[in-house]
């Protein structure tokens, strides 16, 4: 099977190639790095330095943690991996896929974010792709590369215990739950000067559904890439252009269809340091400038 699982019975097994064995070294690499750009995160957010920070040094954050996310797979991979040549190896189809995935979601998604989940940030660079700060772009490289190694790891769980016949429901709810946890995290109080949600309620219900739904359509390119059959590097980053058109045809559907049932859709809002009438706190060091 694709994903290296192959029953007998009622019981998996599950076998590996030289090229999974590549695949998990990058994926056990990002659960590593996971510690690491969470603990830099947090001290960023909560010491209070994202409040602040202009474009500059926003920006270096940002790409400093997506290149601690991409780069080091390549060096920390099996002697396999290391003897393919580069757009064959497990690191850089991962590393390809995950940043097209962030890239593609930062700017499909924002704009119904914004109008739809009415979300804010408090960020104060004003380097922006549709009023949404470029540093968040490689920011979520690194986020990604979490999930991507999470999804695989619950997918793959998913596969072994779930009946034969309902096992393709991995496909389903190993994303949405991911969604759900990530929307959980990031709605907490220590972070309304930074990023919030006016309907916390919304978003953790309908708004976990609209950001599942990428994960729907981008987990089976993840879960093909370096397993079972084998797609070239230019394939892979076509399949995954195609399940970033699906979600944003998706996210049109539930935009003008459910969403006006659920909640006040803004066209054209923009989230970005709209203090004024919404959940988004000042930061201190602005109400201590008087602005």
Known sequence: MADGIERT????????????????????YWLWYTLVWGSITGVVMLGGFA?????????????????????????????S???????????????????LLAFGLNYTQTPFFWDVLHMHYGFQATWTIQNN????????????????????????????????GLSFLAYVLAPLAMAFL???????????????????????????????????????????????RRFPPLVLAGLLCGALYADLITLDLLRYHVAPHLTTVETGANGLRDYEGSCLELPAHLREDGR
């Open 51 to 79: 409040e602040r920070w202009g474009d500059v040094p926003s920006l270096l954050f940002g790409v400093s943690l997506a290149l601690g996310a991409l780069v080091p797979p390549f060096f920390l991979a099996p002697a």
């Open 182 to 228: 990530e929307t959980a995290l990031n709605a907490n109080p220590f972070m309304t000067s930074l990023f919030c949600y006016d309907d916390l309620p919304l978003m953790l219900g309908f708004g976990t559904l609209a950001y599942g739904v990428a994960f729907v359509f981008a987990l089976p390119v993840f879960m093909h890439a370096k397993e079972g």
């Open 9 to 28: 019975g009622a019981r998996a097994r599950v076998s590996f190639s030289a090229d999974d064995e590549g695949k998990r070294a990058v994926e056990r």
């Open 133 to 164: 700060p470029i540093f968040l772009y490689f920011v979520t490289v690194a986020y990604f590369s979490t999930y991507a190694a999470l999804l695989a790891i619950t997918f793959r769980a998913m596969r072994r215990t779930l009946p034969a």
């Open 81 to 99: 991996e290391r003897e393919k040549s580069f757009w064959d190896r497990a690191a850089a189809q991962l590393g390809m896929l995950v940043v």
